[in-house]
Structures are given as structure tokens and as C-alpha cells.
């Protein structure tokens, strides 16, 4: 499961589509967690698409990630900042990949 804290075991490495990615980085096996208030962490993340399926708000979009071991392409927190912390996609994701922090 994703780490609840990931914010003070990881640093931000880099930006992705406006929201940080939480290393570390070593493309194309080590993806790292995208987002910060949606926090998906990408090297755990299978693809279900539940988590697309079920957001009330369209909060994640597919990325394609070719040759990560997990999946090729991975739901990504694109639109973070609109998210209402219904946890939804925090109780549907069967791998626990997601975390959201409200507050
Ligand atoms: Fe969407 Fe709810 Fe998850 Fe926020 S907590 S990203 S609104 S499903
Ligand atoms: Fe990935 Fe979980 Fe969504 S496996 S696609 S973060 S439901
Ligand atoms: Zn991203």
C-alpha cells in the first residue's frame, strides 16, 4: 500500500502536469507517487481503473507508462485540485494506491 508518509519519507523530484511526483524516480521500473492532496503512487498502481470509473469529479486521467513492471499506464492525479475527499477511490482501489489527505 502507499505510504500515509510519503510526504516526510520521500522528497519531490520532479513536476508532472502541474502536481509533484514524490521519488525516487528511475524510469521506466521506478515511477514514484504523483499528486500530493491525490496522492497515486505509480509503482503500485495495476491499472484496475476504479478509481476512474468511480470519482465524482474526474479527478484522474490515464497515463501511459510502457514497461513498468505493475502496469503500462497508470491512473494519474491530473485535476487534484478539485477533488471533494469523498475517499472514494481510496476504498475502491483493490492495490491501495491512492492516498488522500483532506485538510
Ligand atoms: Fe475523486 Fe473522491 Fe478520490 Fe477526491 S477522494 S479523487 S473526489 S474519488
Ligand atoms: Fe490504479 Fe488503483 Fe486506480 S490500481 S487505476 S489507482 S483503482
Ligand atoms: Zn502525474
Do not use: Y
Given at each position: 500500500?502507499?505510504?500515509?508518509?510519503?510526504?516526510?519519507?520521500?522528497?519531490?523530484?520532479?513536476?508532472?502536469?502541474?502536481?509533484?511526483?514524490?521519488?525516487?524516480?528511475?524510469?521506466?521500473?521506478?515511477?514514484?507517487?504523483?499528486?500530493?492532496?491525490v496522492?497515486?503512487?505509480?509503482?503500485?498502481?495495476?491499472?484496475?481503473g476504479?478509481?476512474?470509473?468511480?470519482?465524482?469529479?474526474?479527478?484522474?486521467?490515464?497515463?501511459?507508462?510502457?514497461?513498468?513492471?505493475?502496469?503500462?499506464?497508470?491512473?494519474?492525479?491530473?485535476?487534484?485540485?478539485?477533488?471533494?475527499?469523498?475517499?472514494?477511490?481510496?476504498?475502491?482501489?483493490?492495490?491501495?494506491?491512492?492516498?488522500?489527505?483532506?485538510?
Amino acid at each position: 500500500a502507499i505510504d500515509p508518509e510519503f510526504e516526510d519519507n520521500r522528497e519531490v523530484v520532479e513536476e508532472h502536469d502541474g502536481h509533484d511526483v514524490w521519488g525516487p524516480v528511475e524510469e521506466p521500473e521506478t515511477l514514484g507517487i504523483h499528486g500530493t492532496h491525490v496522492a497515486v503512487d505509480f509503482d503500485i498502481c495495476i491499472a484496475d481503473g476504479a478509481c476512474l470509473e468511480d470519482c465524482p469529479v474526474d479527478v484522474f486521467e490515464w497515463v501511459d507508462t510502457p514497461d513498468h513492471p505493475e502496469s503500462e499506464i497508470k491512473a494519474d492525479p491530473a485535476h487534484e485540485d478539485q477533488c471533494i475527499d469523498c475517499m472514494l477511490c481510496v476504498d475502491v482501489c483493490p492495490v491501495d494506491a491512492i492516498d488522500v489527505d483532506p485538510g
